[in-house]
């Protein structure tokens, strides 16, 4: 069985067993007064634990969240993680991210492009132990490689790759074969797994990395 983050557990909340994390509710998830449930289908990276993949964030770690969107799964990380900074590039979504922020200290939202991290570079911290990607947008290796820059040299890549915001006229997995390709331009790939049934068309990658 897959290991779970430090903060992380398998939890019965709502007659319902499943991964939990300790923190207020945000998006009308199960919540049995301390523990929400951590649902897969709406998380890559619930979707990551769930699938297998060993992605070796631990309590405490700090952690560059790209693509951030309303904060769903951003909430869940801050609820076990050290400083989350949390990169999105819509303005709708980020209103609502701003809400949820306001009851995680450890949470800072920053409306940036992700394509561009000198725009966050003054911001964000270096050698953080984790960047979490989840950008749907065309070129995603390519930004996990800008933002290598924010990751320690023992540090995690936790990327979901979405086929369809590659290229929606080709087969997903010669996309995800190709991107893997660019990916190891900076990194060692470690692990890899289809997010299927929680996310169709979509990859997920666990990468640390490459030593110079």
Known sequence: ??????????????????????????????????????DPHRSKVGAMIESGLETG?????????LGAANGTTASHVADFAGPVYAV???PRPMREFVGVAEGRANLFPLLKDARKPE?????????????????????????????????????????????????????????????LETLREEYEVLDTARLNPYHGDHFAAVATPRSE
């Open 119 to 179: 725009t966050y570079a003054h911001v964000v911290e270096a050698n953080l132990d984790c960047i979490v990607q989840d950008v749907a947008t065309t070129g995603q290796a390519r930004v996990a490689n800008l933002n290598r820059r924010f990751l320690a040299d023992d540090g995690r890549l936790l990327l979901a790759l979405k086929a369809r915001s590659e290229d929606v006229t080709r087969e997903p997995e010669t996309v995800f074969q190709e991107s």
């Open 57 to 65: 964030v631990a309590e405490g770690d700090g952690v560059l969240y």
């Open 88 to 90: 999105e590039f819509a």
């Open 1 to 38: 069985m897959t290991e779970l983050p430090g903060g992380v557990e398998r939890r019965r909340v709502d007659g319902d067993e499943g991964l939990a994390t300790r923190g207020e509710p945000v998006y009308g998830e199960p919540y049995d007064g301390e523990w929400r449930r951590w």
